[in-house]
T-cell receptor, first 115, second 113 residues
Framework: AQSVAQPEDQVNVAEGNPLTVKCTYS??????LFWYVQYPNRGLQFLLK??????LVKGSYGFEAEFNKSQTSFHLKKPSALVSDSALYFC?????????????FGAGTRLFVKA | SQTIHQWPATLVQPVGSPLSLECTVE??????LYWYRQAAGRGLQLLFY??????ISSEVPQNLSASRPQDRQFILSSKKLLLSDSGFYLC????????????FGPGTRLLVL
């Protein structure tokens, strides 16, 4: 089955330290991969996506993600975490579906950045 | 980019009462529209999606229904709410292609008592 996995329910990091939020996927064909962020009581916001080309994708708020085809991973990274980065992060994959395409979301990883 | 509006922002309803949540989209035409439910600030459950007016697909059997009376309007309804219908409801939109980003509304928090 085609799926997205976020193995960590929660990631804790100190402000100023690098952060990584993990994502692995299982899809047939070329994957279209996304990261979204959700702040409390808000809708999801798009951060970045990988379609093709350079494996390192840069996105909003200083975030980046590295596509690794051999490891089927798309980990989200930031060199220096901010307290304001604390939020719920979702990895997602775009799949072909009956009548078009649909997006499959991972279960989410809660990031806590401590001052 | 697309802008998604949802209302109301918060709703408290008694068990057995009807429900109507509305979502409208700006900045695009003929979008794909989605209703998700999010429980306890965690994962998203896709409830319904629509590729056009009057075209609704249900992902899970449940107490809810959806309708799309206009191109950029998507409505989530129930005739009789259950306690288990409580949650955070998100409307989303995309343009249907394989590379498309989904745009989300601000959500409606529903509490059924």
């Amino acid at each position: 089955a085609q799926s997205v996995a976020q193995p960590e329910d929660q990631v804790n990091v100190a402000e100023g330290n690098p952060l990584t939020v993990k994502c692995t996927y299982s899809v047939s064909g070329n994957p279209y991969l996304f990261w979204y962020v959700q702040y409390p009581n808000r809708g999801l916001q798009f951060l970045l996506k990988y379609i093709t080309g350079d494996n390192l994708v840069k996105g909003s708020y200083g975030f980046e993600a590295e596509f690794n085809k051999s490891q089927t991973s798309f980990h989200l990274k930031k060199p220096s975490a901010l307290v304001s980065d604390s939020a719920l992060y979702f990895c997602a994959v775009r799949l072909r579906n009956t009548g078009g395409f649909k997006t499959i979301f991972g279960a989410g990883t809660r990031l806590f950045v401590k001052a | 980019s697309q802008t998604i509006h949802q209302w109301p922002a918060t709703l408290v309803q008694p068990v057995g009462s009807p429900l109507s949540l509305e979502c409208t989209v700006e900045g695009t035409s003929n979008p794909n529209l989605y209703w998700y439910r999010q429980a306890a600030g965690r994962g998203l459950q896709l409830l319904f999606y629509s590729v056009g007016i009057g075209q609704i697909s249900s992902e899970v059997p449940q107490n809810l229904s959806a309708s799309r009376p206009q191109d950029r309007q998507f409505i989530l309804s129930s005739k009789k709410l259950l306690l288990s219908d409580s949650g955070f409801y998100l409307c989303a939109s995309d343009s249907g292609g394989n590379q498309e980003t989904q745009y989300f509304g601000p959500g409606t928090r529903l509490l059924v008592l």
